[in-house]
């Protein structure tokens, strides 16, 4: 008898594979851009999908290494990247994956262009995006703070398609006292006699270290000790030599996820600095960097999300269990459903981000609100949808999904970081308060929500819609009544509030889309997934029964009688 074999999971053309991004940019691009931009995303869609995931795959438990020494004394801190990140770098510098959005012709459509194609990109390259998305924000930070002398020494690197000239850049923000807070920066900017800038302090993480420049915060000496006290300031690690220079790296993490990104702890001890936009004020310096870096993230989850699915899928269709494949049991079919309809609500989401970034970057000054307010709901709640879809995708895969050399486990461990990355949930949310201060209040979201309604006119999708306007209702509720009860019950709500919001335009979105396709070729899978995402709940405010009982609970601390009946409830 012939010994049992389960055929792997395959993946198949990543781009002509993907009905989801197809159709989106069928219906974003004008049919030209979509002629002009088709041989790159049949390229990256064939590597992604062949070459470069088999090397993942063969790949698999290849980590950086940090080589502290020369073999005869010298500090050398050289840090060897694995042969997928060797690979990546000129690969993303020739297909423009940060070029595109700031080239001479870049238009509107730049940023969903060069999106389109990290989307391709990012989940077989092992994180690669991470220094890409530094990389964007750091021109993007740099050409919004005038400094010509910085641009005209470091963008063309940071933006060129050639892999000889091509830089990557790190962003410093994060030290031992504070991640979130930044405030807490304690390394500290001093200029010497003849007026150079240098940093000294230590950077807990520092992202790809293999980067030739980096933005960092530091306070020049004397400034106060609050968050407008930090500048932010443009470094160069190597010398001509290419020997790092006024910095030591003390070691690697050892993270959770990851794990083919050298993320370094530094000291830096006389690193020669040039302050980017004066000296304070560098939070509000760096913070184009940060919504750049945020919509990446955002691509990032739901990239990963694809790549999970596709890979589950397949595999449905060749495991075989209790007489049937998988895929034709209906439970498994219905959790892959479950998760499809996430995924093309936080895609919709994701990708109108971006075009609103091209837009405001290409002259519609009128989207900047919305954009500000989409940026932090879309990176908040796809990397949250990421980490519950990694999860479900694991276990698709039952025992195998949980053993390393499938390749399976890195999605779940990666994806875990871009909750955390650039800003948690929770400062994603209290981000999304900070906004509304400048953005006349939730008028942006009602007006796009209210787009999207006039779009939808087919009645299967008006369930959909009214689930998002009623979601979307709650939370506007909600904000009115937290204004009123004051800082301490908006903050302990703001999750909620942000995820109910999120939720609610992933479903509107999707909706505006699945009419589209309807109208355009009668594929009614969207409009399927939009009833699916709606038919699964959009409002995180249902359970707000917490406020006068918040921190007594969290902190195991004795209840006021009032908040234990509450909590008891
Ligand atoms: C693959 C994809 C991802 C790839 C990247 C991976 C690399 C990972 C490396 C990292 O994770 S680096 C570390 C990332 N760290 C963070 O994201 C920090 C998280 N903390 C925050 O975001 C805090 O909210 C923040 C540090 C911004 C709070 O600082 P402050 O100084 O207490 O905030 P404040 O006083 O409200 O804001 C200062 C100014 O910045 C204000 O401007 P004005 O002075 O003009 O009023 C704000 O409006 C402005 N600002 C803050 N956030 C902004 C912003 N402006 C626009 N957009 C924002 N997001």
Not at 296 to 314: E, F, H, K, S, Y
Not at 327 to 354: I, K, M, N, W
Not at 366 to 390: E, F, H, I
Not at 547 to 566: F, K, S, V, Y
Request: contains cysteine.
């Amino acid at each position: 008898m012939n010994p049992f074999r389960q055929p792997p999971p395959a993946l198949g053309h990543q781009y002509t594979d993907d009905r989801v991004l197809q159709a989106y940019l069928q219906r974003m691009l004008p049919e030209e851009r979509q002629k002009a931009l088709t041989p790159a995303l049949m390229t990256l869609g064939e590597a992604a999908g062949g070459w470069l995931y088999d090397l993942q795959l063969k790949d698999y438990a290849a980590e950086p290494t940090l080589t502290r020494y020369s073999p005869w004394g010298e500090r050398i801190d050289r840090i060897d990247v694995t042969r997928v990140w060797q690979e990546a770098e000129p690969l993303a510098a020739t297909h423009g994956l940060v070029g595109r959005a700031y080239a001479a012709d870049a238009d509107a459509h730049a940023r969903v262009e060069q999106m389109a194609l990290a989307y391709l990109f990012i989940p077989s390259t092992d994180i690669f995006g991470c220094p890409l998305a530094m990389t964007d924000g750091a021109a993007r930070a740099l050409l919004a703070s005038g400094n010509k002398a910085l641009i005209d020494c470091a963008v063309p690197h940071l933006i060129s398609r050639d892999p000889a000239t091509f830089w990557t850049s790190g962003q410093w923000m994060t030290e031992l006292p504070g991640g979130s807070d930044v405030s807490r920066t304690e390394t500290v900017a001093r200029q010497d006699a003849d007026g150079t800038w240098r940093l000294y302090g230590r950077k807990w993480f520092t992202s790809a270290v293999t980067s030739q420049m980096a933005l960092a915060l530091a306070r020049p000496e004397g400034n106060d000790d609050n968050s407008n006290g930090l500048a932010l300031f443009y470094v160069e690690l190597r010398d001509a030599d290419g020997r790092l220079q006024g910095l030591t790296v003390n070691r690697l993490k050892e993270k959770l996820g990851t794990r083919k990104l050298p993320t370094a702890e530094l000291t830096l001890d006389g690193l020669r600095a040039t302050p980017v936009a004066g000296l304070t004020g560098g939070v509000r310096a760096i913070a184009p960097m940060l919504n750049i870096t945020r919509t990446w993230n955002a691509v990032t989850a739901v990239a990963l999300m694809r790549r999970g699915l596709a890979l589950a899928r397949d595999y449905a269709s060749k495991r075989q269990a209790f007489g049937h494949p998988l895929a034709e049991l209906p439970l498994h079919a219905d959790t892959l459903a479950g998760l499809q309809a996430t995924y093309e609500g936080a895609f919709h989401l994701t990708f109108r981000t971006v075009e609103l970034l091209g837009a405001e970057e290409h002259g519609t000054a009128a989207v900047a609100p919305l954009l500000r307010l989409l940026t932090p709901l879309s990176k908040l709640t796809t990397a949250r949808q990421g980490v519950a879809v990694a999860s479900e995708i694991v276990e698709a895969f039952g025992g195998n999904g949980y053993v390393e050399d499938t390749g399976i486990p890195p999605l779940l461990r990666d994806m875990q970081v871009l909750s955390i990355w650039e800003g948690t949930t929770n400062v994603l949310s209290l981000d999304v308060l900070r906004a509304l201060q400048h953005t006349n209040g939730l008028a942006p979201l009602q007006d796009e929500l209210q787009r999207c309604r006039a779009a939808v006119t087919s009645p299967e999708l008006t369930p959909c819609m009214e689930a998002a306007t009623e979601a979307f209702a709650a939370a506007a509720d909600w904000l009115a009544e937290a204004q009123q009860a004051g800082s301490g019950t908006l903050q302990a709500g703001a999750r909620r509030f942000a995820l109910t919001l999120g939720h609610a335009l992933e479903a509107a979105l999707l909706a505006r889309h699945a009419q589209w396709r309807l109208d355009h070729d009668g594929d009614a899978r969207a409009a399927t997934a939009a009833q699916r995402l709606a038919a699964e709940g959009l409002n995180h405010l249902h359970r707000q029964r917490d406020r006068p009982a918040t921190q007594a609970l969290a902190m195991d601390t004795p209840l006021p009688h009032a908040a234990t009946a509450e909590a008891m409830h």
